[in-house]
């Protein structure tokens, strides 16, 4: 059976940093391509960062470029995103995707708030 966990997320102020999870079992994760979305409340879920199977390839939203890093451990199932600069556009919830060959899996998300 296929779970993807996010964790890591939680209010923070503008400027400051949150590092999101995802941790994955059910699938060969070293296979997948793996990608953060994120969702904010009347807007379209949209792709945040990409990052390939052997973690070599990478790629950010514009709006992202610089203040995110995706990043992943493949001997522990587990996916990253290091967010800092956070700003109050940020708010989101943020969803863990898996494309393993022609599936596609994803997390149940964690919630990101950037308030003061």
């Known amino acids: 059976q296929v779970h993807l966990v996010e964790s890591g997320g939680g209010l923070v102020q503008p400027g400051g940093s949150l590092r999101l999870s995802c941790e994955v079992s059910?699938?060969?994760?070293?296979?997948?391509?793996m990608n953060w979305y994120r969702q904010a409340p009347g807007k379209e879920r949209e792709l945040v960062a990409g990052?390939?199977?052997?973690?070599?390839?990478?790629a950010y939203a514009d709006s992202v470029k610089g203040r995110f890093t995706i990043s992943r451990d493949n001997t522990k199932n587990t996916l990253f995103l290091q967010m800092d600069s956070l700003k109050p556009e940020d708010t989101a919830f943020y969803y863990c995707?898996?494309?393993?060959?022609?599936?596609?899996?994803w997390g149940p998300g964690t919630q990101v708030t950037v308030s003061s």
């Open positions: 995707n898996a494309q393993a060959g022609t599936v596609n899996y």
């Open positions: 990052i390939s199977s052997n973690g070599r390839g990478t």
């Open positions: 059910g699938f060969v994760f070293s296979r997948a391509i």
